[in-house]
């Protein structure tokens, strides 16, 4: 009980200094941006409001200009049964990535998520880069 009296406030004091303080996206071309957009499509991130390392996973996904879906694993039962069945445990942030072989990978932990985003997109710029220069 005491800890849902200390979590409430200081999860709106996280949601108020995340909004003041919002990065901004990135500025690319269309063409590059509508790559990135196409290859995160199928991804998901559940996630719950207030929790600050989803606050932090999502400020990642601002700063890099993602599009993922947000699944809400706290206020939406569908979301939360499908990270419990398919990811084998309630813990947020999670990233869902589909396989390319049919197979689903669950990624956790804010650290590991942002990391695999940030060589994602690199990968993306990168290739895009050598395309013009060819």
Known sequence: MIFKLIRWPLGQLILLVDFLTRPTPPQRPAELQARIDASTRDMALYQFRACPFCVKTRRALRRLG???????????????????????????????????????????????????????????????AARQAA
């Open 66 to 128: 993602l599009q993922i879906e947000l699944r809400d694993a706290r206020g939406d039962g569908q979301w939360r049964t499908q990270l419990e069945q398919e990811g084998g445990k309630i813990q947020v942030p999670c990233l869902y990535l589909p396989g390319e072989d049919g197979e689903a990978r669950w990624l956790y932990e804010s650290g590991d998520i942002i990391a695999y985003l940030e060589q994602h997109v690199a990968a993306i710029e990168a290739g895009s």
